[in-house]
């Protein structure tokens, strides 16, 4: 599942530079989470980073993005041009 941050946040912006993907950025009233370029920081690390720093536990995972974690894999070598 790609992850997403709910309303909770603090717009603190510690999560944005945790992402080893770029897919955090500061949206219209709160951060936002790209699903398209959230791999749950699989293939970089063993935990999502931004779910570690964010202090406000306001990132959870997106119910309606349920992907396996081979798929969070492939997705991440997908955008690091990884084969």
């Not at 749950?40 to 349920?66: H, R, T, Y």
């Not at 974690?69 to 041009?81: A, D, F, P, T």
């Amino acid at each position: 599942m790609a992850l997403k941050i709910t309303k909770d946040c603090t717009n603190c912006g510690a999560c944005e530079t945790e992402c080893p993907n770029f897919a955090i950025f500061e949206g219209k009233d709160i951060f936002e989470i790209n699903p398209d370029l959230c791999s749950e920081c699989v293939g970089s690390f063993d935990e999502s980073q931004c779910v570690l720093v964010c202090p406000a536990d306001s990132i959870i995972l997106d119910e309606n993005k349920i992907e396996t974690k081979e798929e969070l894999l492939i997705k991440y070598k997908k955008i690091h041009k990884i084969k």
